[in-house]
């Protein structure tokens, strides 16, 4: 894997393409981003667990 950094980067590059595909993943920057892979678990805890869980 070659990695390049990219100087101009900005946040509308990093959203352009943005896709939520629940099972499927979220990506965005035109899909060269990778922000939630499909094989990542999903979040299971509920608004009170979660609170319970940092007390």
Same mark, same amino acid.
């Given at each position: 894997? %070659?990695?390049q950094q990219l100087d101009d ?7 352009? #393409? ?5 099972? #499927? #993943?979220?990506v965005g920057y035109g899909g ?15 608004? %009170?667990?979660? %609170?319970?869980?940092?007390?």
């Amino acid at each position: 894997m %070659k990695i390049q950094q990219l100087d101009d980067l900005t946040v509308r590059d990093l959203v352009a #393409g943005y896709r939520d595909d629940s099972d #499927g #993943g979220v990506v965005g920057y035109g899909g060269r981003l990778d922000i939630r892979p499909p094989f990542q678990r999903e979040f299971i805890y509920d608004d %009170k667990e979660r %609170k319970n869980a940092h007390s």
